[in-house]
């Protein structure tokens, strides 16, 4: 197993570097550690947590969305972050140092694996390709590509997303891969590739089957309820439905998630949560990404393995469900990919695809 490590760096020809990457000098408060401290959260003012305990609250009893929901939403996203004052600056150290750069604490995350069986996890949308108004125009780039289909030849490798499988599938198009799609409620293993462990099973399991024909008549539900508001759009994930509001006016954003929550409220098996840029209606189940990474570890004949190291790296807040499992477990890490603080269980940080990449 202790091989593993070496030919990760080796297969990856990877320089540990802060040169030409954006901002070095935010990356090199965190260098100075040796471990990231081991807190559950980070990077949030008591205002913003504030914030996102109303939404929380709000949205499990069905209430109308109000301007907390604006406010938290408005907080968090980049185009609204014009001007940075000394305070927010001292924030983002503060959480750089709680969730140092995973490029410089490289080194001690291939000391810490050394010896184990490297699983990795990984989101799609904001993480292997960038964040785009047109979803259906998320493309992964062919660097991109080539870097996943080589961190799968030393170990499994899983990408784990909100999208439709098949949908992931089309943009990714590597078969020696797991594919979880709907935030795991749709997964299939490889159809080619080495198996990694003697007691891995094959895989091909969807916890919400049926749910299907209630998700295909919710969506056409909001397609409708939307379609009078520009910009909004509606995408069935087969086992979930995704409402985009990236491109939506922000002075409508409450009255579509009003439009939305009316729909939702007339079926009680779904439930509503709040993704980046994205409403996202899913089953009421017991399953999220952390039980898709549990599922898979299992399916792997890791369940109960003590070597066992495994990596999950997003960008979302569906991706926490993940990151809280590792915390859980004691095993391995979560690594966030953000550009600005967000409250968060991961252990490590990038700032954009691309730094994922050079991780791979």
Same mark, same amino acid.
């Given at each position: 197993?202790?091989?593993? !490590?070496?030919?990760?760096?080796?297969?990856?020809?990877?320089?540990?570097?802060?040169?030409?990457?954006?901002?070095?000098?935010?990356?090199?408060?965190?260098?100075?550690?040796?471990?990231?401290?081991?807190?559950?959260?980070?990077?949030?003012?008591?205002?913003?947590?504030?914030?996102?305990?109303?939404?929380?609250?709000?949205?499990?009893?069905?209430?109308?969305?109000? !301007?907390?929901?604006?406010?938290?939403?408005?907080?968090?996203?980049?185009?609204?972050? %014009?001007?940075?004052?000394?305070?927010?600056?001292?924030?983002?150290?503060?959480?750089?140092? @709680?969730?140092?750069?995973?490029?410089?604490?490289?080194?001690?995350?291939?000391?810490?694996?050394?010896?184990?069986?490297?699983?990795?996890?990984?989101?799609?949308?904001?993480?292997?390709?960038?964040?785009?108004?047109?979803?259906?125009?998320?493309?992964?780039?062919?660097?991109?590509?080539?870097?996943?289909?080589?961190?799968? %030849?030393?170990?499994?490798?899983?990408?784990?997303?909100?999208?439709?499988?098949?949908?992931?599938?089309?943009?990714?198009?590597?078969?020696?891969?797991?594919?979880?799609?709907?935030?795991?409620?749709?997964?299939?293993?490889?159809?080619?590739?080495?198996?990694? !462990?003697?007691?891995?099973?094959?895989?091909?399991?969807?916890?919400?089957?049926?749910?299907?024909?209630?998700?295909?008549?919710?969506?056409?539900?909001?397609?409708?309820?939307?379609?009078?508001?520009?910009?909004?759009?509606?995408?069935?994930?087969?086992?979930?439905?995704?409402?985009?509001?990236?491109?939506?006016?922000?002075?409508?954003?409450?009255?579509?998630?009003?439009?939305?929550?009316?729909?939702?409220?007339?079926?009680?098996?779904?439930?509503? @949560?709040?993704? @980046?840029?994205?409403?996202?209606?899913?089953?009421?189940?017991?399953?999220?990404?952390?039980?898709?990474?549990?599922?898979?570890?299992?399916?792997?004949?890791?369940?109960?393995?003590?070597?066992?190291?495994?990596?999950?790296?997003?960008?979302?807040?569906?991706?926490?469900?993940?990151?809280?499992?590792?915390?859980?477990?004691?095993?391995?890490?979560?690594?966030?990919?953000?550009?600005?603080?967000?409250?968060?269980?991961?252990?490590?940080?990038?700032?954009?695809?691309?730094?994922?990449?050079?991780?791979?």
């Amino acid at each position: 197993m202790a091989s593993q !490590n070496v030919l990760i760096v080796d297969a990856f020809n990877l320089t540990l570097s802060t040169e030409g990457l954006p901002n070095p000098s935010i990356y090199s408060i965190a260098s100075q550690q040796k471990r990231p401290p081991v807190v559950p959260c980070g990077g949030y003012t008591n205002k913003k947590k504030i914030m996102l305990q109303n939404l929380e609250t709000n949205a499990a009893a069905g209430a109308r969305p109000n !301007n907390c929901w604006v406010e938290s939403i408005r907080a968090s996203s980049p185009t609204h972050m %014009k001007s940075i004052t000394p305070s927010l600056l001292e924030e983002k150290r503060a959480w750089i140092i @709680r969730h140092p750069s995973a490029l410089d604490m490289f080194h001690e995350i291939t000391e810490a694996s050394k010896g184990k069986q490297i699983v990795m996890f990984l989101d799609y949308d904001g993480t292997l390709s960038p964040i785009v108004e047109n979803p259906d125009r998320a493309f992964m780039s062919g660097k991109m590509r080539r870097a996943v289909r080589q961190l799968a %030849k030393y170990f499994p490798t899983a990408i784990v997303t909100g999208r439709c499988r098949d949908k992931v599938y089309d943009f990714v198009k590597l078969a020696e891969l797991y594919y979880a799609g709907s935030h795991g409620m749709d997964i299939k293993g490889p159809t080619k590739g080495l198996k990694y !462990n003697q007691k891995s099973k094959v895989v091909n399991f969807q916890p919400a089957s049926e749910f299907l024909p209630l998700i295909d008549k919710v969506y056409k539900v909001l397609v409708e309820k939307t379609k009078s508001t520009p910009g909004a759009r509606v995408e069935n994930n087969k086992f979930c439905i995704s409402v985009h509001f990236r491109c939506v006016d922000e002075k409508k954003w409450n009255d579509l998630a009003q439009k939305v929550k009316e729909v939702v409220n007339e079926y009680p098996q779904l439930n509503w @949560r709040q993704g @980046r840029m994205v409403m996202e209606i899913r089953p009421k189940i017991e399953w999220d990404k952390g039980k898709a990474l549990e599922f898979l570890l299992e399916c792997l004949g890791f369940a109960d393995c003590s070597s066992v190291f495994p990596v999950y790296i997003g960008d979302d807040t569906t991706d926490e469900d993940a990151f809280k499992i590792l915390r859980k477990r004691g095993q391995g890490f979560g690594i966030l990919v953000s550009k600005f603080p967000k409250k968060t269980s991961a252990s490590y940080s990038l700032r954009e695809p691309d730094e994922a990449r050079i991780i791979f």
